[in-house]
Each structure stands twice: as structure tokens, then as C-alpha cells.
């Protein structure tokens, strides 16, 4: 691995880590930068280089892991561990770690059925831009029905089971590379009634799993294809990736509720038109 490979992995770490937390699909970003210009599979190959756009989410992961660590301490029940104390309002409800699993049930079981399917054919440029358009459009309408109907649900301790697993349906179409988890997630949980501030929570907080889990099983179905020659290239992607993950996902925190969802759906279509007009 020479200066100019590591270069290109740091580079697409930062682009994973800037658009991981913004609905407008990570994986679309990293595949369109890569296809047309950096071209990582000139040198780690077709199925190592779709493992990377996979495995450098860790360092988003890790990052969400950092800036929600009080809640997931909660969910998994270390509070006595951690000497954290939640406070909880009488009748108020309790987000639980069992929220999380029943939205991730739908795409988690879709996504084992068609990893191999979705690696093969899913992973381009033309796929990404038809998502990038679909995804804008669940956003845009979903801004349309939040203003007709308020929400209702201002903190992840009201989100119900329904919410959930409505989310968690919606999630499946995050699966077309492009479309963007965050921006389907967050749409779903806007649709539902949540704001948009706790429809991104909840969506950062179910990304962990999810991403964890979708790198270990791209790692072991592709692990014959994986060189010790490429760990720096591994390395690197993932450290950029962490950094300017933390960075972005605080930003938007702040932002969302502000901006809501159809300045980033703009932005995906003018992209997707760009693509088309320019490359396809």
C-alpha cells in the first residue's frame, strides 16, 4: 500500500463520516466517489473493495456509541456499573433495548436474504442515483405529512412498539444502496408521529446493530478475498471515518429539527440529476 492508497481510504473515510448521520446514504456517496474517481477496486478487487464500503461504517458506529453512551448504558442495564442514575418521570414510558430489536427485525432479515444478491448487482452508480431520487421523495412527503399532522412524540421515551416496528418496515428500503438508512428511518419515524429530532436519535441508536452487524457478515463471506496488505488501507478509512463521523453527528442533531428533511432530498435529487446528466 503506497501514500496515494491510504490517501484515497482517508478520503473515503471522510465521506462515510460526514454522510453517515445525514439522510442523504452514505454507501451512495462512497460508491459514486469511488466509481468515478477513486476506484478502489483497481487495487483490493471487486469484493474486498464492497467489504471496505461496508466494514468503515465501524468507525460511524463507534462514534454513535460515543455521543449516545448514556443510552446505551441505560438499554443494556449498566447503569449500576456506570454509577448512572436515569431519572424517570412518573407514568412517563421507557425506551427499552427491546425497541431497538423490533425495528431491526425487518431489515435484519431481508438483509441476510439478499446480501449477496444486493453485493452483486446493487453496488453502482446507476442504482445509487435511482435511490438517492426514491429516498427523496419518502423525505419530501414525509415533511408534507408532518405538517398536516404534528407530532406527537418528543422523546425516545414515548416511542411504542407500533412506532417501532412501522420504522423498522420503512428501514427495508434502505437496503437499495442510496436510498439512505437515515433518510428512511428518520422518514418512517416522522410519518409515525415522532419529531424529527427523536426520529434521528432512534435511527442513530438502531445503526449500531444493524452496521455491526451487516460488517461481520460481509467479512466472513468475503474473508478469502482479504489481504493483510490491505489492513492500512482498512485502518485508515476507518479512523477518518470515526472523526468526522462525531464531528457530523453532532451537527445534525442540532440542525434537524430546525431545517427538517427537504433540504437534504433537494440536495439527492440535484446529485442524482448530476449523475445521470454527466455519467450515465
Known amino acids: ?22 439522510p442523504v446514504s452514505s454507501t451512495g456517496h462512497m460508491i459514486i466517489v469511488d466509481d468515478l474517481w477513486l476506484q478502489s477496486e483497481e ?18 458506529i463507534l462514534a454513535s456509541v460515543i455521543v449516545f453512551k448514556d443510552r446505551f448504558i441505560d438499554i443494556l442495564g449498566l447503569n449500576r456499573v456506570f454509577h448512572k442514575e436515569r431519572k424517570q418521570e412518573p407514568g412517563e414510558g421507557r425506551f427499552t433495548l427491546l425497541h431497538v430489536i423490533v425495528g431491526l427485525i425487518p431489515a435484519g432479515i431481508l438483509g441476510v436474504l439478499f ?39 418528543h422523546s425516545l421515551d414515548g416511542l411504542t412498539y407500533k412506532h417501532a416496528m412501522i420504522v423498522g418496515l420503512i428501514q427495508c428500503f434502505s437496503l437499495w444502496p442510496g436510498f439512505s438508512r437515515s433518510g428512511a ?16 436519535d432512534f435511527t442513530f441508536i438502531m445503526a449500531v446493530p444493524i452496521m455491526a452487524g451487516a460488517s461481520f457478515i460481509s467479512l466472513v463471506k468475503n474473508l ?5 496488505d490491505a489492513l492500512p488501507f482498512f485502518i485508515a478509512g476507518f479512523i477518518s471515518a470515526f472523526i ?9 442533531l442540532k440542525l434537524i429539527n430546525k ?3 427537504v433540504p437534504f432530498a433537494i440536495y439527492r435529487i440535484i446529485v442524482a440529476l448530476l449523475i445521470f446528466i454527466i455519467y450515465l
Open 43 to 60: 487495487f483490493l478487487g471487486k469484493y474486498p473493495a464492497n467489504t471496505f464500503k461496508v466494514m468503515i461504517q465501524l468507525g460511524s
Open 115 to 153: 446480501e449477496d444478491y444486493i453485493d452483486e448487482y446493487l453496488f453502482s452508480t446507476e442504482t445509487v442515483a435511482i435511490g438517492l431520487v426514491l429516498g427523496a421523495i419518502l423525505m419530501i412527503y414525509a415533511d408534507i405529512q408532518s405538517k398536516k399532522h404534528p407530532p406527537t412524540v
Open 259 to 261: 431545517i427538517k428533511l
Open 244 to 252: 468526522f463521523a462525531l464531528i457530523s453527528i453532532r451537527f445534525f
Open 185 to 200: 428511518t428518520i422518514s418512517g419515524g416522522v410519518i409515525t408521529g415522532l419529531n424529527h429530532r427523536v426520529a434521528s
Open 224 to 228: 478469502e478475498y482479504f489481504s493483510m
Open 1 to 22: 500500500m503506497d501514500f496515494i492508497e491510504i490517501l484515497k481510504a482517508i478520503i473515503l473515510g471522510i465521506v462515510e463520516g460526514l454522510t453517515e448521520f445525514a
